[in-house]
């Protein structure tokens, strides 16, 4: 791994089972809601893997890497799950439930709107 530093952990389980659970400690209920089996839903999964990922890039910064990681990672993205209209809404009393929301609606854009972001630009714009 040249340039780049280990993880310190194998993968964001991990970094949710030992450090997250220990540093957000909430009376569960009405106020905050949590799932146990976090990793069933997507939101939850994404936003998780992305704590996990910035913790691990800013426990290097001795000076206000984890200052930076609490106000601008942790804190948003986990006061968006445990909101009560959150990503855990239906699971209560320590179980999961499949969240019975459908995805937010879509309709299919016109076509030409917008072009494949991975090719070169062949219009030159």
Do not use: K
């Not at 970094?15 to 799932?35: A, H, N, P």
């Not at 990503?87 to 076509?111: G, K, M, W």
Request: some cysteine.
């Amino acid at each position: 791994m040249d340039g780049e530093q280990e993880l310190f952990y194998p993968h964001v389980a991990a970094f949710v089972e030992d450090r997250l659970i220990y540093l957000y400690t909430r009376r569960l209920g009405q106020q905050f809601i949590w799932c146990p089996e976090w990793y069933r839903h997507a939101e939850a999964l994404s936003r998780l893997d992305s704590i996990w990922r910035a913790w691990e890039h800013l426990r290097l910064d001795p000076a206000t890497g984890m200052s930076v990681w609490w106000r601008d990672h942790a804190d948003p993205h986990m006061m968006a799950l445990l909101d009560p209209d959150g990503a855990f809404a239906a699971c209560r009393n320590n179980q999961h439930t499949d969240y019975p929301i459908p995805p937010l609606p879509v309709q299919e854009p016109p076509s030409g709107l917008f072009f494949d972001q991975r090719q070169p630009n062949i219009r030159g714009i």
